[in-house]
């Protein structure tokens, strides 16, 4: 076994170790028990060392140094191997032993210094005979609310040692883990413990809503129903409620539901984790569930739309509600699409009433953007309109560009043909292709425009007027940019035969101007492959 030597001298002086004089001597205060030293009075052992294969026992030494802030701690010194302990020195300082910048120890806090004292070949020192977390504090090793810190064993020493509080629990997880066939069944009675204490028995739980029977799911949904108030807000334990929504039957559901309507359901909506039952509800449910759940909504949608986990909600309405409406009026059912878009017009009133605040919103933008993306004709044209009058101010915002973007992908020809029109006008390509957030929509027109759309961005870029007074090559100038010659490689990748030449004509020709550029080489890489 690989040993350690440690030299110490016992003096009869201070419990602490220093004498009067400001002499530091190792402490005094242990004693020999069974082949292992302790600490006399106050502290649990230190980390057990084994004394089989030495026939002298080492002397005692100090396992423990005691700061004034609380700190407990035992020296080892890197050299010449793990755990070894060192002998001290006297310290410069009475504090210099600890510094929050110093390099990280075995544990925390440390001993006053180091010494190179001599190996004294009557002591020896073990390494440990288990590993420094102990057989019992290695399994299960997952961090979760289901374990504790034990502060009570090991006194002050910061090991990040956890231990299961319920031994039920820990059998469970380690049933759940190596059986690949277990059910709900067998963990009966601490199924919604078991969905709350990590993401593996929440996969767990999920996949035996899914793959388990209808009994299997019943047994689930009872126990979820008893502890609603708390899977519903949990990290994991939504997941349960999510996975009853999305494979429980009709029935279930709807019992599921007038639990949720038992809660503070505007709450849940803002919640982090509530946020996501409530959007997977509206997903699964029937229509008639979901347009009853969208009436607590009412006068609300503005506070949704400006949260974080709110706007989700709204964006799961829009969607679901309009693909409702959508699939009564292709089944021939006119009254009923009307209906069902009736039921979501106060969330479209909002947003056409606040469609540039909420266009360039954080969160606002992307309920607009499910708008234009999801509404019926009708209600989509309406919201489209009124962000219309304000898109050149959309096109130059960090958020507001998104929504001009989904105007192009998803817009009428019209409303495409009024975008392109701001892009072009009056040489206006060259400024807003150099520009952060406008030139997002320059590269959305070439991939998402028409045909004649894309032509005219590019015929534009290929103006050369720089055989006039002041004159300038677009293509030149943008590549030279360090945000448009993203745009002119876009432009060349999606650009028709005739037009890429004229391209890499116009590139060649300015090759000399353009290798002074940093920038300008991205496209010059282009040019170059296919020369080769």
């Known amino acids: 076994m690989i040993s350690a ?11 602490d170790g220093y004498s009067h004089g400001g002499e530091y001597y190792p402490p005094t205060n242990f004693h020999q028990t069974n082949n292992t030293f302790q600490h006399a009075i106050g502290h649990p052992p230190m980390l057990q060392y084994s004394l089989s294969a030495t026939p002298n026992p080492p002397p005692p030494m100090r396992p423990y140094y005691h700061h004034p802030d609380g700190y407990s701690a035992v020296q080892y010194r890197p050299e010449p191997g793990y755990a070894a302990p060192q002998a001290p020195q006297p310290p410069q300082h009475q ?101 709350k204490v990590d993401e593996g028995a929440s996969r767990f739980i999920q996949k035996r809503l899914k793959l388990g029977t209808d009994e299997e799911r019943r047994l689930g949904q009872t126990a979820a129903l008893a502890s609603m108030d708390d899977l519903l807000c949990n990290h994991y334990g939504n997941f349960m409620l999510q996975g009853l929504f999305e494979f429980g039957t009709a029935e279930m559901k709807k019992e599921l539901m007038d639990a949720v309507y038992g809660q503070d359901v505007v709450t849940l909506c803002l919640h982090m984790h509530g946020c996501r039952v409530i959007q997977k509800a509206i997903r699964c449910l029937e229509q008639e569930d979901v347009s009853k759940l969208i009436t607590e909504f009412h006068d609300k949608v503005l506070a949704f739309i400006h949260d974080p986990n709110g706007n989700h909600v709204i964006q799961r309405c829009i969607q679901v509600m309009s693909s409702f409406a959508k699939t009564a009026a292709h089944n021939d059912n006119p009254d009923l699409a009307s209906s069902l878009s009736d039921e979501m017009q106060f969330i479209v009133d909002d947003i056409v009433s606040n469609v540039e605040s909420l266009s360039t919103h954080r969160y606002g933008c992307r309920v607009v953007q499910r708008a234009i993306e999801h509404c019926v004709e009708d209600q989509k044209n309406e919201v489209l309109e009124n962000m219309m009058s304000c898109h050149q101010k959309l096109v130059v915002d960090q958020y507001g560009n998104y929504v001009v973007q989904q105007v192009l992908a998803c817009g009428s020809e019209a409303h495409q043909a009024a975008v392109l029109e701001t892009l072009t006008e ?107």
């Not at 030597?5 to 419990?15: F, G, K, L, M």
């Not at 069944?185 to 199924?191: K, M, P, S, W, Y």
């Not at 037009?499 to 090759?511: A, T």
């Open 95 to 195: 504090h210099q032993h600890y510094h929050p910048q110093a390099p990280q120890q075995m544990y925390y806090g440390s001993w006053p210094g180091s010494t190179n004292a001599p190996i004294n070949q009557h002591q020896q020192m073990h390494y440990p005979f288990y590993p420094i977390l102990p057989p019992d504090a290695q399994y299960p090793r997952r961090k979760t609310s289901t374990y504790k810190k034990d502060n009570d064993h090991y006194g002050a020493l910061e090991l990040n040692v956890f231990q299961i509080e319920n031994e039920n629990m820990a059998s469970a997880l380690d049933f759940v883990n190596r059986n690949p066939n277990a059910t709900l069944f067998d963990v009966e009675g601490i199924i919604t413990d078991l969905a």
């Open 426 to 532: 009056n040489g206006a390509l060259l400024a807003l292709s150099k520009h952060k957030y406008a030139s997002n929509v320059v590269e959305s027109v070439l991939v998402h425009g028409k045909p004649r759309h894309k032509e005219k961005i590019l015929e534009e870029m290929l103006k050369d007027t720089r055989g006039e007074v002041g004159g300038y090559c677009c293509v030149v100038e943008l590549a030279k940019d360090p945000i448009a010659n993203y745009v002119v490689n876009k432009a060349i990748e999606i650009s028709q035969s005739g037009q890429k030449e004229r391209f890499f004509e116009v590139i060649s020709s300015s090759r000399q101007e353009l290798s002074k550029s940093p920038y300008a080489k991205y496209v010059l890489q282009r040019i170059a492959k296919r020369d080769k």
């Open 5 to 15: 030597v440690a030299q110490t001298e016992v003096h009869p002086y201070d419990d």
